[in-house]
């Protein structure tokens, strides 16, 4: 168990909704990041925090969004869904979110757009 | 885009048997990792080689890296039925400050008992 719970684990949506995934990070690290696994296009980073503030971005369409809580907890909420989203969303954290801090994965949430 | 390729895409060997996995990445690195995946669960770190090390053991694990070929292999000896996995690499871009991590596609494990 890496520590790291994201809720839910599954969800099943109609094309042009909207929806929110949360996480909460391994108990005493600072840093969230948000990656999308699909088949055609891997493994793909989205976004990193750090205590509650951004730090990087990557292939983060504008239609999602995030945001870590002071609690450290952080949602990532999708919108105007489309069939291409369909994918599997991880979270995963680390201590610092330096370079050399390995990071922690939580088991995903399994997004179908129908 | 993928900084990281994997190769080969699948293997499957038997219980007892060595497998080795390559990576080869693009640009320069600050760090290389490892990790597994079983299928429909999250990633776990396995091993993490700084761009200043050749080599790095955990266990049954065995990581090389040559910086200068910009590839790196990841050995597991003496295979398990449960070392069943996809096994990505990762990378760390030369530079970097941060924890963002640039996956391959991943190798598909398989040992058969």
């Known amino acids: 168990d890496s520590g790291v719970t994201q809720t839910p684990k599954h969800l099943i949506t109609a094309t042009g909704q909207r929806v929110t995934l949360r996480c909460s990070p391994r108990?005493?690290?600072?840093?969230v990041y948000w990656y999308q696994q699909s088949l055609d296009q891997g493994l793909q980073f989205l976004i990193q925090y750090y205590n509650g503030e951004e730090r990087a971005k990557g292939n983060i369409l504008e239609r999602f969004s995030a945001q870590q809580f002071p609690d450290l907890h952080s949602e990532l909420n999708l919108s105007s869904l489309e069939l291409g989203d369909s994918a599997l969303y991880f979270c995963?954290?680390?201590?610092?979110?330096?370079?050399?801090?390995?990071?922690?994965f939580g088991n995903g949430t399994r997004l179908t757009v129908t | 885009s993928q900084q990281g390729e994997e190769d080969p895409q699948a293997l499957s060997i038997q219980e007892g048997e060595n497998a080795t996995m390559n990576c080869s990445y693009k640009t320069s690195i600050n760090n290389l990792q490892w990790y597994r995946q079983n299928s429909g669960r999250g990633l776990v770190h396995l091993i993490l080689?700084?761009?200043?090390?050749r080599e790095k053991h955990s266990g049954r694990l065995r990581v090389t890296l040559d910086t200068s070929k910009k590839s790196s292999s990841l050995l597991i000896t003496a295979s398990r039925a449960a070392d069943t996995a996809s096994y990505f690499c990762?990378?760390?871009?030369?530079?970097?400050?941060?924890?963002?991590?640039?996956f391959g596609r991943g190798t598909q494990l398989t040992v058969w008992p």
């Open positions: 995963a954290s680390s201590v610092d979110g330096a370079w050399d801090s390995p990071l922690h």
């Open positions: 990762a990378t760390v871009l030369r530079g970097s400050t941060l924890g963002r991590l640039y």
């Open positions: 080689i700084r761009s200043n090390e």
């Open positions: 108990s005493g690290d600072l840093s």
